[in-house]
């Protein structure tokens, strides 16, 4: 089966740019989305089809898909941005999620 | 603007059925070129797609799962379900459903309603 790895978490400063990285086997030649979870929160559609942002999503969100690695980057990083972050990809039979990245902002 | 709402028993027995209803407010299931999906939260293996549904009743299975699952919709009451059967505490998570836009390569899920927790224990 197909996998998506995520590192389990990461910190950054606020104001600063965080990139979450989602790793698969050519995934460039996929579509990634990506979903923020608050804490005690569903799912929010963050980017879609790399790098389209659904209405209502912040401009410093942005991402990328190259080669094997996608990646989300948030700019001027703001505590509201404190959440877990899963990528999400379609493989052959199935759609299938990233472990997920806690970001902490401090 | 679209939102859904999971209902169900909180708490199954082991080798019993889960059923969940998935209701859908502010637009009609039956419009637009969109999918019913559920989608499970697990601390052990994370976000997994379960399977979907169109309003003509096509369904499509995750193939981990399939054996064991049975989604449905009744448009009347602008409603999906899932049944999972023969469960066991593996199947512990919060299930989630929601829309999901496309199929195969470009498919994204938005919104999602807010999540319930189902135990599976005796």
């Known amino acids: 089966s197909y996998e998506l790895t995520q590192p389990p978490s990461m910190s950054v400063s606020p104001g600063q740019t965080a990139s979450i990285t989602c790793s698969g086997d050519k995934l460039g030649d996929k579509y990634a989305s990506w979903y923020q979870q608050r804490p005690g929160q ?65 | 603007q679209v939102q859904l709402q999971e ?31 559920w989608i499970r939260q697990s601390p052990g293996k994370g976000l997994e797609w379960i399977g979907y549904i169109y309003h003509s009743g096509t369904t499509y299975y995750n193939p981990s799962l399939r054996s064991r699952v049975i989604i449905s919709v009744d448009t009347s009451k602008n409603q999906f379900s899932l049944k999972l059967n023969s469960v066991t505490a593996a199947d512990t998570a919060v299930y989630f459903c929601a829309r999901q836009y496309g199929d195969s390569a470009v498919v994204r899920f938005h919104p999602w309603g807010q999540g319930t927790l189902v135990t599976v224990s005796s």
Do not use: H, M
């Open chain 1, 42 to 106: 569903s799912p929010v559609l963050v980017i879609y089809q790399d790098t389209r942002r659904p209405s209502g999503i912040p401009e410093r969100f942005f991402g990328s898909n190259s080669g094997n690695t996608a990646t989300l980057t948030i700019s001027g990083t703001q505590a509201l941005d404190e959440a877990d972050y899963y990528c999400q990809t379609w493989d052959s039979a199935t759609w299938v999620f990233g472990g997920g990245t806690k970001l902490t902002v401090l």
């Open chain 2, 7 to 37: 209902s169900g028993p909180g708490l199954v027995k082991p080798s019993q059925t889960l059923s969940l209803t998935c209701s859908v407010s502010g637009a009609s299931i039956t419009s637009g070129a969109y999918y019913w999906s």
